[in-house]
């Protein structure tokens, strides 16, 4: 026991440190990308309302004109301190960002884990199980459709299906609930309000399809494909072979070591359901940290996007570690 | 879309393999699709025909589109007459017109050419640089490899649509919004996928014994890699790049939805549509939304086919063989043993025990 820890341990640690240079190198790339663009956020932005002067102290004042090294040096402190800089536009720390608009992003992406599990778990099971039958076309088919639908397509169409309102979250705003964790569904549950609860449900269920329809397809196709390489397994004829019941074999000894590299695959598809998201958020007026992306942009805020792209690439970063570690500690064979 | 699922490399039993006499040796590797890709037969065979026809459908109307549209992407009047605001679909506007009196059928016919134009900009930028660092790093090794691979990882992790955002909002503000523009943003998001299937491929490619051979022989780096390593990782492109084509589609519109695609005064495209659109669905008017999206999902679906159908031809663990059913002798009531009867069922036998065979096999190839 006492080995299997350490070896667990020792994996835990070797990851953890292999991240380093990765997250450093993302951060030198946002870093750079970020001064490519020509000119800074305040000449951008204030151009034509300034002269020359002014814009020069105020370019000062913010550290503009300070060495690359400096600005670089900076923006290190800033995420080490997860602090991650101070907008342009309304002279909010992008962590308040964060805090106050990750619930409403974290409760859609949720949703559409859900809505994908629902759907893609138990199509992806049937699809492998009964290979080149028609409901495995079916599936498969229906999992390439879902990918060739784009969020900006899939969202307006069940808008008109369903009635555009009920997937609007504006009115949200307007809730009554006291703000205590952030995660507006959360905060009305503590309180009792099921009302609320229940409003917000209802305005969950459109964006979250529109958004989950972008990932169930990849569902589908790894549980096929898991399920279908763990069914030519040697356990299996030999489960077979001693008689043990086809829904058992399936169920029971090809369903489990099936699910396993799904685990991985969800966590890939944490960088597509942020993508996803910012698209969501912006056509169901989401109050999420994707419109509040989108906004700053057309702002020309910098320091902002900056920010933001910064915690979306270490949110990636750390979310594939987590699945590693979960991997590691169900399956010994990946720590070594 | 997305971070499509890479392909396995193909057959391990054949790859790397050395150029063989005959013309076209670098592009050889190319010619083994060709073949895999006229076996198909069942569902890959129904993807592959439904998605070239689909494909062929988009690109056809793209090239065409002066001649199918009625009117030009951003005319909004016809013989001094002002095409009506939100019009719903009549005889004279098939698919009705927009907020802002634009015609449908043309603005959706135009944004077919606009998607193609970037689309295969996109594919062609990341095809070069991602085949080439690829290479490179694969070939060379060393500290060029793990910068590399570093740069590319990190690429790789960022969600794709904030990458191509990131950078189409940096190369807009130097060269502008236009088509060269949303294809650079959108490259970026590709070359990693390159690169990895490129680099692994020339990684196994360089210790096999054909290279070995050449470099004793004193061939230069540049001799190996476009005549020995080109041909053997360019295998893996095809599929990687319609999955990408049909992706860059879906990146497009989705950039050009956020307002930093290409400008709505430079050409008519998809993603720009329907963020105009979504106020009209508030509003219950449906047909502004609904032809960009059919069009839009026509030529994505198209590509994904084509991708996946050749995934599933060239992917050895996902290639079935078929298995030729044994007929066995009919059971007679009373079973006389002549010696024909037992020949037959020898036989019969015998072919049972190849079918058997060739199942394991494959279960031995998909592991």
């Given at each position: 026991?006492s ?13 953890i440190?292999?991240?380093i240079p990765?997250?450093?190198?993302l951060?030198?790339l946002?870093?750079?990308l ?6 800074d956020?305040?000449s951008a932005?204030?151009g034509g309302?300034?002269?020359a002067a002014e ?5 000062h004042?913010a550290g503009?004109?300070a ?5 670089f ?8 301190t ?6 342009f ?7 308040d960002i964060?805090?106050?608009n990750g ?8 949703g559409a884990?859900v809505?994908a599990s629902?759907?893609g778990i138990p199509?992806?099971?049937?699809a492998?199980?009964?290979r ?6 079916a ?5 390439i459709?879902s990918?060739?639908?784009?969020v ?9 299906a369903?009635g555009?309102?009920?997937?609007q979250?504006s009115?949200?705003v307007?809730l009554?609930?006291?703000?205590q964790?952030?995660i507006?569904?959360v905060?009305?549950?503590?309180v ?8 917000i449900?209802?305005?969950l ?9 972008l990932?169930?397809?990849?569902f ?7 399920l ?5 397994g040697?356990y ?5 072979a001693?008689?043990?019941k ?6 029971r000894?090809?369903f489990?070591?099936a699910?396993v590299?799904v ?6 598809q944490?960088?597509?359901l942020?993508?996803g998201?910012?698209l969501t958020e912006r ?10 992306l989108i906004d ?5 805020d910098y320091?902002?996007?900056q ?5 979306f690439a270490?949110?990636?970063?750390v979310?594939?570690m987590?699945i ?6 169900i399956d010994?064979r990946?720590?070594? | 879309?997305a971070q499509t699922?890479?392909p396995a490399p193909?057959?391990?039993e054949?790859t790397p393999?050395?150029?063989g006499?005959?013309?076209?040796v670098r592009?050889?590797?190319?010619r083994r ?8 037969h069942g ?6 025909w ?10 056809l109307?793209?090239?065409f589109a002066?001649l199918?549209?009625?009117?030009d992407?951003?005319t909004?009047?016809?013989g001094?007459k002002?095409f ?8 004279d506007h098939?698919f009705?017109?927009?907020v802002q ?5 043309s603005?959706?016919v135009?944004?077919?050419r606009?998607?193609l134009e ?6 062609v930028f990341?095809?070069?640089l ?6 490179l790093?694969g070939y060379f090794g060393?500290?060029?490899d793990?910068i590399?691979?570093?740069v590319m990882?990190a690429?790789?992790?960022?969600p ?7 950078a189409?909002?940096v ?5 502008g ?6 294809a ?10 390159y690169f990895r299937?490129?680099r692994a491929?020339?990684l196994?490619?360089r210790e096999a014994t054909?290279?070995e051979?050449a470099?004793a022989?004193?061939?230069k780096?540049?001799?190996v ?7 053997n990782?360019i295998q893996?492109?095809p599929?990687i790049?319609?999955?990408?084509a049909?992706?860059a ?10 307002g930093?695609?290409i400008?709505?005064?430079d050409?008519?495209?998809w993603g720009?549509?329907?963020?105009r659109?979504?106020s ?6 449906w047909w502004?939304?609904l032809?960009?999206s059919?069009?839009?999902?026509i030529?994505?679906l198209?590509?994904?086919l084509l991708g996946?159908?050749l995934?599933d ?7 079935r063989?078929?298995?030729?059913k ?8 009373r ?10 069922a020898?036989?019969a036998?015998?072919?049972?025990i ?5 199942t394991?096999?494959e279960?031995?190839?998909?592991k």
């Amino acid at each position: 026991m006492s080995k299997q820890s350490g070896s667990l341990r020792r994996y835990i640690l070797t990851r953890i440190a292999l991240a380093i240079p990765m997250v450093l190198i993302l951060l030198v790339l946002v870093f750079v990308l970020m001064r490519v663009a020509p000119g800074d956020p305040i000449s951008a932005s204030q151009g034509g309302k300034l002269n020359a002067a002014e814009l020069a102290a105020r370019r000062h004042a913010a550290g503009f004109d300070a060495p690359m090294y400096q600005q670089f040096w900076d923006y290190l402190k800033s995420v080490v301190t997860l602090n991650f800089g101070t907008t342009f536009s309304d002279h909010r720390q992008v962590r308040d960002i964060i805090i106050e608009n990750g619930g409403a992003t974290l409760t859609l992406t949720f949703g559409a884990l859900v809505f994908a599990s629902v759907i893609g778990i138990p199509v992806g099971l049937l699809a492998g199980r009964l290979r080149d039958s028609t409901i495995d076309v079916a599936g498969r088919l229906f999992g390439i459709l879902s990918y060739a639908v784009p969020v900006i397509v899939a969202a307006p169409m069940l808008m008109l299906a369903f009635g555009a309102t009920s997937g609007q979250a504006s009115p949200l705003v307007q809730l009554n609930v006291p703000t205590q964790t952030h995660i507006l569904i959360v905060d009305a549950m503590i309180v009792g309000d099921w009302d609320a609860v229940g409003d917000i449900a209802n305005h969950l269920v459109l964006p979250s399809i529109a958004l989950g329809l972008l990932i169930v397809g990849v569902f589908i196709r790894m549980i096929r494909i898991n399920l279908i390489q763990s069914l030519q397994g040697d356990y299996i004829e030999a489960a077979r072979a001693r008689g043990v019941k086809e829904t058992a074999v399936v169920g029971r000894h090809a369903f489990r070591n099936a699910m396993v590299p799904v685990i991985t695959v969800l966590g890939l598809q944490v960088a597509m359901l942020l993508s996803g998201a910012v698209l969501t958020e912006r056509i169901f007026t989401w109050p999420g940290i994707g419109r509040q992306l989108i906004d700053y942009i057309n702002q020309r805020d910098y320091v902002a996007v900056q920010g933001i792209v910064t915690v979306f690439a270490l949110v990636v970063v750390v979310i594939s570690m987590l699945i590693d570690f979960i991997n590691a500690l169900i399956d010994p064979r990946v720590r070594y | 879309m997305a971070q499509t699922t890479l392909p396995a490399p193909l057959d391990p039993e054949i790859t790397p393999r050395a150029p063989g006499p005959g013309k076209s040796v670098r592009f050889g590797g190319l010619r083994r699709i060709v073949i895999a890709v006229r076996q198909a037969h069942g569902v890959p065979k129904f993807m592959l025909w439904t998605g070239a026809i689909l494909s062929l459908l988009f690109v056809l109307t793209a090239i065409f589109a002066p001649l199918i549209a009625p009117y030009d992407f951003d005319t909004y009047q016809s013989g001094g007459k002002t095409f009506p605001k939100q019009g719903a679909p009549d005889g004279d506007h098939w698919f009705g017109t927009t907020v802002q009196s634009l015609d449908v059928v043309s603005r959706t016919v135009y944004g077919a050419r606009t998607a193609l134009e970037v689309m295969v900009l996109a594919v062609v930028f990341s095809l070069i640089l991602g085949v080439l660092l690829g290479l490179l790093a694969g070939y060379f090794g060393g500290w060029l490899d793990r910068i590399l691979v570093l740069v590319m990882d990190a690429l790789f992790a960022f969600p794709y649509l904030l990458l191509a955002i990131v950078a189409g909002f940096v190369f807009a503000s130097i060269t502008g919004g236009g088509v060269v523009t949303a294809a650079l943003s959108i490259t970026v998001v590709y070359i990693p996928q390159y690169f990895r299937v490129v680099r692994a491929s020339a990684l196994s490619a360089r210790e096999a014994t054909f290279v070995e051979a050449a470099r004793a022989m004193g061939a230069k780096p540049s001799v190996v890699i476009r005549k020995y390593l080109f041909g053997n990782v360019i295998q893996s492109v095809p599929v990687i790049g319609t999955m990408n084509a049909a992706d860059a589609i879906g990146t497009l519109a989705g950039l050009g939805f956020l307002g930093l695609g290409i400008q709505p005064t430079d050409a008519a495209e998809w993603g720009y549509d329907l963020d105009r659109a979504i106020s009209d669905v508030n509003a219950g008017m449906w047909w502004t939304c609904l032809y960009p999206s059919i069009a839009m999902v026509i030529a994505i679906l198209g590509f994904t086919l084509l991708g996946e159908g050749l995934n599933d031809v060239l992917n050895p663990t996902m290639r079935r063989r078929r298995i030729t059913k044994v007929a066995l002798p009919a059971l007679s009531r009373r079973r006389v043993v002549t010696a024909e009867t037992a020949k037959t069922a020898a036989t019969a036998e015998s072919a049972a025990i190849a079918a058997t065979a060739a199942t394991a096999e494959e279960g031995e190839a998909a592991k």
